[in-house]
Nanobody
Framework: QVQLVESGGGLVQAGGSLRLSCAAS????????MGWYRQAPGKQRELVATITSAGNTNYANSVKGRFTISRDNAKNTVYLQMNSLKPEDTDVYYCNAVIERVVRFNYWGQGTQVTVSS
């Protein structure tokens, strides 16, 4: 079983920055992609950013130009640098990892709260 350990959430003023980190621990399999999703109460979970093992990235339109996802393959860690934060970015952010052994499996972190004050 893979464990995703998240850190970096917190409270920040609008216009400020945060950096989220997620480290994946595993015994078998290869990480083919990692990413960040966010979910507010009563709403569906939505993609924020993803990155493949090759370095290909994908961003939600709402965060393009403000957020940057990166990955350290040696540490099995993904980062999300969040700049120019807005109150609408307030959500619980969840780390995701797609890991392949024979088939691909999705794993989720426990979530980290990001709150952006006006």
């Amino acid at each position: 079983q893979v464990q995703l350990v998240e850190s970096g959430g917190g409270l920040v003023q609008a216009g400020g920055s945060l950096r989220l980190s997620c480290a994946a621990s595993r015994t078998t399999g290869s990480i083919v992609a990692m990413g960040w999703y966010r979910q507010a109460p009563g709403k569906q979970r939505e993609l924020v950013a993803t990155i493949t093992s090759a370095g290909n990235t994908n961003y939600a339109n709402s965060v393009k130009g403000r957020f940057t996802i990166s990955r350290d393959n040696a540490k099995n860690t993904v980062y999300l640098q969040m700049n120019s934060l807005k109150p609408e970015d307030t959500d619980v952010y969840y780390c995701n990892a797609v890991i392949e052994r024979v088939v691909r499996f999705n794993y989720w972190g426990q979530g980290t709260q990001v709150t952006v004050s006006s």
